[in-house]
């Protein structure tokens, strides 16, 4: 089992940054690919972004590309989430993801979830 608690949201001005971070523990919680989800009210959850074992790899939503950068320390066992220029679209609850397989992260399916952070971006 592996516990996922992100931390870093809040509110922020559009053209503003916020950085998201997810601390994981428990078994071999070092050893998983990682990614981040949102969820806007009267949307669907959506894949932001995802980072794989090793950091070699990573994936990015279209609307994030260019002002979103995953990355990881896995001397500490936390994924981070740097987000720039913001934008009122860019609010939701954003989740924290682990799972065994980067390609299912990519896909959308995890099998560990974080509580998620709202992150609200005004205009």
């Known amino acids: 089992q592996v516990q996922l608690v992100e931390s870093g949201g809040g509110l922020v001005r559009a053209g503003g940054s916020l950085r998201l971070s997810c601390a994981a523990s428990g078994r071999a919680s070092s050893s998983y690919a990682m990614g981040w989800f949102r969820h806007a009210p009267g949307k669907e959850r959506e894949f932001v972004a995802a980072?794989?074992?090793?950091?070699?790899?990573?994936h990015y939503a279209d609307s994030v590309k260019g002002r979103f950068t995953i990355s990881r320390d896995n001397a500490k066992n936390t994924v981070y989430l740097q987000m720039n220029s913001l934008k009122p679209e860019d609010t939701a609850v954003y989740y924290c993801?682990?799972?065994?397989?980067?390609?299912?992260?990519?896909?959308?399916?995890?099998?560990?979830w974080g509580q998620g952070t709202q992150v609200t971006v005004s205009s």
């Open positions: 993801a682990a799972d065994s397989f980067f390609y299912r992260l990519r896909a959308g399916v995890s099998d560990y």
């Open positions: 980072i794989s074992l090793s950091a070699t790899n990573t």
